[in-house]
Each structure stands twice: as C-alpha cells, then as structure tokens.
C-alpha cells in the first residue's frame, strides 16, 4: 500500500541505500510478490527480445539499505510494444531506518524510472487525489495530472437477483471483433496528450480481460464496456468505458450487468470518470459506495526528431532559378523613347 510520505531528507549519507530486481532472497520480507518473480524473469527475457516477445510481464524493484528491504514496486507494460509502463503504489515496510519515507521512495521510483529500458517512452501512475505527499513526489519526479477518475465500490449486501437484458441488447466476453469496436470509444474518452503517452492499439485491449470484463452489444454496435484495471493490487477493479453521448438503453441495461457483477464476480470496485454524473447517478441508485478519487500522473521521456533537412529543398533560389535563365546573350529590352 502507499503509505503516508513523512520523514523527510536525513543528514546520512545514502550510500547505503540501493535498489536491485527482486530476488526469490526478498520473498521473505514480501511474500505476496511471489506470484511476481516469475514474471520478472520474463519481462527480462522480453525486453532482450523486443521485436520477438510483446512486453506483458511485470517486473519489481526493492529498496534496500544494510539490514534488509524497506520498499518495494511493481511496474508493468499497458502496451505490447513496451513503449509506456505503468507503476503500482510502492509497498513499505515499517522498520526503522535512518532514510526517511520520502527518501526511500523516491530513490526507488527515481532508480526505476532511469532502469527502463530505451524503448521506454513514458510512464503512467495512479494514486488517491486527496494524497497531496504523493501527487508532489510524483511531480518531482518529472509527472503531471493526465485524468481524474472515480472508484465504487460494489454493495455490501446482495443485491437483486439479475434479469435478462433488454431485447436487442447483449453482454458479450471481449474479443477481437467487439474490442475493435470498442477501440474508438476508449480513445475517445482520451485527450490527444493521453493517448500520444499511453501509446495503445486495439489489440492491448485483449490484455485487459478477465472477470467480469465484457462489451455491451446493441446489434453490431457497442454501447458500454469493461475492461481489468490492471495487474496486482488493483486486478479486481474494472474501468467502465462509455461513449461521451449517454445512451438511455444504458438505463436498462446497465442496473442487471451491475448485479452479475455482485453476484457472478470477483469485482472489488469500479472506476469511471470523474465528471461521469449519468454514470455516478446509476450507480448510487443500485447501492454502490462512492469510494476515492484517482488521478492519472504520467511522464512522458519522448523527444521530438527532427527530420533531416532534404537536400533537394536546401538550394539557394538562385541555384533553382539558374536553370530559368536564358542561356545565350540576353535580348535587349524594347524602348519607346528617341534613339
């Protein structure tokens, strides 16, 4: 969990403090990173092989200083193609130390940010918006505000039991034909900056299935859908995704794909966008709790190329107007004055 950023810079020398890949010597401070290690070994393997193996597996750092661990962070792919990597909250252990919170923790992010691969072109983080220590570390850190969203959290009693979907209308597993038709939804719920930083295509959408995950289908269209938040801490959270227009079969259909969602899932929250009222409404009528609010903090390190200068445009004008001019003894001009 994150944990409140206190303590502030300490007057010993941090030569002490280093960070290293996690190791199966770490599991006995972090044992549920466990299920991480393995994918570090892959994600190593992958970022040898970029152009062979898509990058999907995750890959965790840990702070250390002369007695142990204190700190450790889970980073992912949100792409194949490796270009954008997302952090998850970093994971302290409360022991003494002479570093401080802060300290441990932005060595850590810091080491991680510069250990990144070349094809690493930005990072994304998400973090609770009333964390102010968290925000202003990130900022540091070179990260900006890209997005605010929601999190709700399902109802504590059961709710009624869920009805078939209004007629015409179908909650369909995601795959390769309904993600595409997703596709331009999720993008257009981004602003041009965001989707330049996260660097996606149709196709990582598929990485976001699981549980509960799913489109909802009018016909061929799409009008709604879910898909995994991410890996780790948040694998039980959903992201709702909806066109920018409500649609009012979304009133129908969305109180029973809700219920499933208590009922037939794992689902431990969802999250939606902030300025989502329609959307806040529904979800406040079916009894979920409105829980934290989130904002995105991304940092993009692509530098802009500039394209070689053509040296077929860089002629001076009087080399291409050279070849206008006459090449024999230049005529005289007519007069109409006394010769």
Do not use: Y
Request: charged residues 20%; positive net charge; contains cysteine.
């Amino acid at each position: 969990m994150w944990m409140a950023l206190g303590g502030g810079m300490t007057a010993q020398p941090l030569k002490t403090l280093r960070v290293e890949p996690l190791s199966p010597a770490h599991l006995a401070w972090f044992p549920q990173l466990q299920t991480v290690l393995l994918g570090d070994w892959l994600a190593r393997i992958e970022q040898r092989f970029p152009d062979l193996l898509p990058s999907r597996s995750p890959r965790c750092f840990i702070a250390l200083d002369a007695d142990g661990p204190l700190a450790a962070v889970v980073v992912q792919p949100i792409n194949r193609r490796g270009s954008c990597w997302t952090l998850h909250r970093p994971q302290q252990l409360i022991r003494e130390s002479v570093h401080g919170l802060r300290t441990v923790q932005r060595t850590l992010l810091q080491t991680v940010l510069h250990q990144g691969d070349r094809q690493v072109g930005s990072w994304v983080m998400r973090c609770p918006a009333g964390d102010a220590d968290a925000i202003a570390l990130l900022r540091e850190l070179g990260f900006q505000p890209l997005r605010p969203f929601q999190l709700w959290h399902p109802p504590a009693t059961p709710s009624a039991p869920a009805q078939s979907l209004p007629q015409g209308l179908t909650w369909q597993p995601i795959n390769r034909r309904n993600a595409q038709r997703l596709w331009p939804i999720e993008q257009g719920g981004c602003f041009s900056h965001l989707r330049q930083i996260t660097d996606r295509h149709w196709l990582d959408l598929l990485d976001r299935r699981g549980p509960g995950c799913g489109v909802l289908m009018a016909d061929d269209a799409v009008l709604a859908g879910c898909l995994r938040l991410a890996e780790g801490m948040d694998a039980h959270v959903l992201e709702f995704i909806r066109d920018v227009a409500w649609d009012p079969r979304l009133d129908q259909a969305l109180p029973q794909v809700l219920r499933r969602f208590h009922r037939q899932t794992s689902v431990a929250g969802l999250s939606t966008a902030l300025d989502d009222a329609p959307m806040a409404g529904l979800l406040s009528r079916e009894g979920w709790c409105r829980g934290e609010e989130q904002l995105l903090m991304g940092r993009s390190m692509w530098r802009r190329q500039t394209a070689p200068r053509n040296l077929q445009f860089s002629r001076s004008f009087d080399q291409v107007l050279g070849r206008l001019r006459p090449q024999g003894q230049p005529m005289p001009s007519p007069t109409l004055g006394r010769r």
